[in-house]
């Protein structure tokens, strides 16, 4: 199983629409978890931090569910701006290692 | 300003060739990382130094040898280029290391070696 696992998609989904990505990741003892997003042959850039209780920012929400070992992502209303990859990032703790999912693609269509 | 920066964006070149990438970040952060991208977008840890220390180092050829001169820069060497290094190599950067904190990528070297 890897360490972190996404649906690779490509979700398409046009304007206004509800989309939801979830994560998978194998490590219980994991201690932080993020959304990166990653346009088209630019580097990865936060997007949110995913917190325990789940958090909101505009249009997008962040879930952590421990028990099942996965966190989620949810866009309201998408943007064609959203187009993107979205990368799912957890670290085990306990040092430095940030592990990246491979991302889930979204185009959003006019 | 630029925050995370590398060069050079492009890097083409033959098999067998030493090259080197290098970073430089002005966000006064103590904690560097190399990250190699390769085609099928995965985004994989390779260095990281926390004040001009190694901390992580990934079973990565030793072909790659990162160097820290101080902690704003970290460069990376690689010897005897060979096809499968072809990928997006990204250096970024965040204030400590903390498990929690936001790393801040750079644009990314694109090499391909032929």
């Known amino acids: 199983r890897k360490e972190v696992e996404q649906d690779p998609g490509p979700f398409n989904v046009p304007e206004g629409a509800t989309v939801a990505f979830n994560c998978t990741y194998s490590n219980s003892a994991s201690q932080s978890f993020f959304w990166y997003r990653q346009d088209c042959r630019k580097e990865p850039k936060l997007l949110m931090s995913v917190y325990s209780s789940g958090n909101e920012d505009g249009r997008f929400t962040a879930q952590l569910n421990r028990a099942s070992q996965y966190i989620s992502l949810l866009i309201r209303d998408s943007k064609l701006s959203d187009s993107a990859t979205y990368l799912c990032?957890?670290?085990?703790?306990?040092?430095?290692?940030?592990?990246f999912g491979a991302g889930t693609r979204l185009f959003v269509k006019a | 300003d630029t925050a995370v920066s590398q060069t050079p964006k492009y890097l083409v070149t033959q098999m067998g060739n030493d090259k080197s990438i290098k970073c430089e970040q002005n966000l006064g952060h103590d904690t560097m990382y190399w990250y190699k991208q390769d085609s099928k977008k995965f985004l994989k840890i390779m260095f990281s130094?926390?004040?001009?220390?190694?901390?992580i180092n990934e079973t990565v050829p030793n072909r790659f040898s990162p160097k820290s001169p101080d902690k704003a820069h970290l460069n990376l060497h690689i010897n005897s280029l060979e096809l499968g290094d072809s990928a997006v190599y990204f250096c970024?950067?965040?204030?400590?290391?903390?498990?929690?904190?936001?790393?801040?990528f750079g644009p990314g070297t694109r090499l391909l070696v032929l």
């Open positions: 990032v957890v670290n085990p703790g306990g040092g430095f290692k940030t592990i």
């Open positions: 130094y926390n004040n001009k220390e190694l901390i």
């Open positions: 970024a950067s965040s204030p400590s290391g903390g498990y929690q904190e936001t790393q801040y």
